[in-house]
């Protein structure tokens, strides 16, 4: 897990421990928001939406997904604050708590048969809560890794918590396709809860691991030397937003297509192309699986090429795919449909692996959680929020996947020119609370 030898004992037992705890605590949260995803595109438009055309029910279903992902800058904000003020510790227990109850309180939550439209109304509040809990918690699990590790392994260290996303992915997609066979008919009725009341198993798992966690040492040398800002938020927006900016318009071209990938093409796939439910299902697991090597393997490779050159290749090879991808899927072809899926999420952990040393090097350590937490979350608000949508409004008005693969390619062509416009980051040296220059995935000397 990026330790070395020649270290005192205590600091690589410190640094797996915040390894271990990132990656497990990220994973449980993103087995969470995966899970309303799911769910969103298979049940929640009959069960919260009925009455509805089988579009609108699915468009109305996908908006209060996109809810989820609105809140999640409003998150990273709140929780970039007090990560930034008194630990990244502390606060990546309380989103950790927040989006385990959020997520079993939709478990419980009555469907519009029974209570009306009070039913999608309340469903929308959970996931603003959702989103909030998961908003916050990238920035804090992110640090926590990558600031125990030595800066010749940081991208292999950053990459360990997002690792989260296969797993929660794994977790998610698991429970449903088991909860689905389990139950047969009854799942729509009943099934689809226990995979969101299973989430206070998953958070009991979490908290007991961050608990045992010692705190980032980069964060205490910035205590040490009275760095710590009174308004961090406030700070980062003031003199990095171009850095803040840049951080949300790169991961256009990772996290705009990662929902396609993973979410509407359980939409398209069943209700486009006749395609069985359990089958994409299966593909989408195998491909997480192939997710929990991929993304520390890219992460490593940005240590030894650079950060921008492992995600701009990753870029360029998401872009090119686009159209081969729903070419694929739509030969309706078993081993086809499984090629396309898995070489899809291959292609976005060329991004994904490197993309949290990427974006948190761009920030000093006493603005880190907020800038690169909001940076990284404002791409919800205009790439993974609205892709589902978008792919769903283009498929209904032309009825083919062409006008999807464009949008894809342009997603790349804007993230492209955000990856070149990223400015060189400000570090903070440890134990003076004085900027140090460096380059954002420069090679390390010696390498």
């Keep these: 897990?990026?330790?070395?030898?020649?270290?005192?004992?205590?600091?690589?037992?410190?640094?797996?421990?915040?390894?271990?705890?990132?990656?497990?605590?990220?994973?449980?949260?993103?087995?969470?928001?995966?899970?309303?995803?799911?769910?969103?595109?298979?049940?929640?438009?009959?069960?919260?939406?009925?009455?509805?055309?089988?579009?609108?029910?699915?468009?109305?279903?996908?908006?209060?997904?996109?809810?989820?992902?609105?809140?999640?800058?409003?998150?990273?904000?709140?929780?970039?604050?007090?990560?930034?003020?008194?630990?990244?510790?502390?606060?990546?227990?309380?989103?950790?708590?927040?989006?385990?109850?959020?997520?079993?309180?939709?478990?419980?939550?009555?469907?519009?048969?029974?209570?009306?439209?009070?039913?999608?109304?309340?469903?929308?509040?959970?996931?603003?809560?959702?989103?909030?809990?998961?908003?916050?918690?990238?920035?804090?699990?992110?640090?926590?890794?990558?600031?125990?590790?030595?800066?010749?392994?940081?991208?292999?260290?950053?990459?360990?918590?997002?690792?989260?996303?296969?797993?929660?992915?794994?977790?998610?997609?698991?429970?449903?396709?088991?909860?689905?066979?389990?139950?047969?008919?009854?799942?729509?009725?009943?099934?689809?809860?226990?995979?969101f009341l299973a989430s206070a198993v998953l958070v009991a798992v979490g908290l007991y691991v961050r608990l045992r966690v010692v705190e980032s040492p980069d964060f205490e040398a910035v205590k040490r030397a009275q760095a710590v800002v009174r308004l961090p938020v406030w700070d980062v927006l003031r003199h990095q937003w171009r850095e803040v900016l840049t951080s949300a318009f790169v991961r256009l071209s990772e996290q705009a297509p990662f929902y396609l990938f993973i979410t509407f093409v359980l939409t398209y796939g069943t209700q486009h192309l006749d395609l069985a439910r359990s089958d994409l299902l299966d593909d989408t697991l195998v491909a997480a699986a192939v997710g929990l090597v991929s993304i520390p393997v890219f992460g490593h490779l940005s240590d030894r090429i650079g950060r921008r050159l492992m995600y701009g290749i990753g870029i360029a090879c998401v872009a090119v795919f686009a159209f081969p991808y729903f070419a694929l899927l739509n030969t309706g072809s078993a081993g086809l449909v499984l090629l396309a899926i898995v070489l899809s999420l291959v292609f976005h952990d060329m991004q994904y692996g490197p993309q949290a040393a990427l974006i948190a090097e761009g920030f000093g350590t006493h603005v880190r959680y907020s800038g690169a937490g909001i940076g990284y979350q404002l791409a919800s608000v205009i790439a993974g929020g609205p892709a589902p949508l978008i792919a769903a409004a283009i498929l209904e008005d032309t009825g083919s996947s062409v006008g999807i693969s464009v949008y894809i390619v342009a997603c790349c062509v804007l993230s492209l020119v955000a990856l070149l416009l990223i400015p060189r980051s400000t570090d903070i040296a440890p134990g003076t609370g004085k900027p140090a220059r460096q380059e954002v995935g420069e090679r390390p000397a010696g390498k």
């Design 1 to 195: 897990m990026g330790t070395s030898t020649g270290q005192p004992a205590a600091t690589r037992s410190h640094r797996n421990r915040a390894v271990v705890a990132s990656t497990v605590g990220t994973a449980i949260e993103w087995y969470d928001f995966f899970l309303y995803g799911t769910a969103a595109a298979l049940v929640f438009p009959h069960l919260f939406f009925p009455g509805q055309s089988e579009y609108t029910g699915v468009l109305a279903s996908f908006a209060t997904q996109f809810v989820g992902f609105a809140a999640r800058p409003v998150g990273a904000a709140i929780f970039g604050h007090f990560g930034d003020r008194v630990g990244r510790k502390s606060t990546l227990v309380i989103t950790l708590v927040l989006m385990g109850l959020s997520t079993v309180l939709i478990g419980c939550l009555p469907t519009y048969g029974s209570i009306g439209l009070a039913a999608p109304i309340l469903l929308v509040v959970l996931r603003v809560v959702q989103g909030i809990g998961v908003g916050g918690e990238w920035g804090g699990s992110v640090l926590l890794a990558m600031e125990w590790g030595t800066k010749k392994r940081r991208g292999l260290m950053a990459s360990w918590p997002q690792m989260g996303v296969p797993l929660g992915l794994l977790a998610s997609t698991g429970m449903v396709r088991w909860m689905t066979s389990a139950t047969g008919d009854g799942f729509e009725s009943w099934g689809w809860r226990i995979p």
